[in-house]
């Protein structure tokens, strides 16, 4: 069972990784013909980087348009940074002192993940216009995250796994030495389902990650009558015509 969950992880990894850099590169190159900064919108470079900034930490723009849903999606979104961070002691050794102070943040964070989740997923069913809209995939993606971590609270809650076997298997990873995994089965789910979630993130809406920060209404200055705006590929062409 070990050497299928290293084989796993391994592949989960390398699909990540590529389908995480092949994403970003086809996004890089997308021309932007436009100038569609959402106004009110910074004029300057450093006011777009705030309001990036703003936008990833706080949420602004979804905080503006609908508050249930913030609250909900903050709340999940925040609660998943801390449980990510607090996962980091698996995979360093020896641990970073910010990693160890985060330690039982993670747990709160871990419980308000699935809260969130659970009003995102509320949201879904109860209010008509948002169930008008959504896909099978909005609803599996959540269903997918709350399994991951009611899974993750069962072990630390529940029933307790073997941590230090866990931590040893993963660093093993680096060197292709494959060691024992607990066969606890909290930990098993955990474990599949986040190979999924790896799995399925290059080709999902959690592409939503990078994507913010290629999104012309967002990253472009607002400053058409100082500046004429041009696409790469249109100076390009309007060169070839002069
Ligand atoms: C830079 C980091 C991230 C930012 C700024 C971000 C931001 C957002 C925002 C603004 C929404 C929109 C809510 C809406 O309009 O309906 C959203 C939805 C969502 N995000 Fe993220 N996110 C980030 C990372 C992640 C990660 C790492 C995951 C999962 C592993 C994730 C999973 C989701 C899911 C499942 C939804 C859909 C919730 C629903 O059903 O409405 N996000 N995110
Ligand atoms: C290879 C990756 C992962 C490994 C090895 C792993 C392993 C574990 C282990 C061993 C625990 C129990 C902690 C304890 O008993 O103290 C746990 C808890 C948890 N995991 Fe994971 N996990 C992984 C990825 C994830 C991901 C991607 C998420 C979220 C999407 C997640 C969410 C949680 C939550 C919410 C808990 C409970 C709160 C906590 O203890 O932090 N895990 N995980």
Redesign the pocket.
Known sequence: MSSFFAVL?VVAAVVLVFGLVRKIIQYAKTPAPLKIATTPAPVTQSGVVLRLFREVVFFESLFKSTKWTWIFGWIFHL??F???L??LR??MDPVWLPVELIQPF??Y???A??VGLAGLFARRLFVDRVRYISAPSDYLWLVL?IL??????M??FVA??D?VM?KQ??IGLYSMHIGELPPDFP?IM??LL??V??LLFPFSKLLHVPGIFFSPSRNQVDNPREKRHLAPWAKAMEEQQN
Do not use: A, D, E, P
Not at 148 to 153: D, K, N, Q, R, T
């Open positions: 992880f609660g998943l801390l449980v990510l607090r996962h698996y995979f993670g747990i964070g871990g419980m993940m699935v995250l991951i971590g009611l899974s993750g609270l072990m630390k307790h796994t941590v866990v298997f993963f930990l955990h474990l986040v190979v979630l790896m």
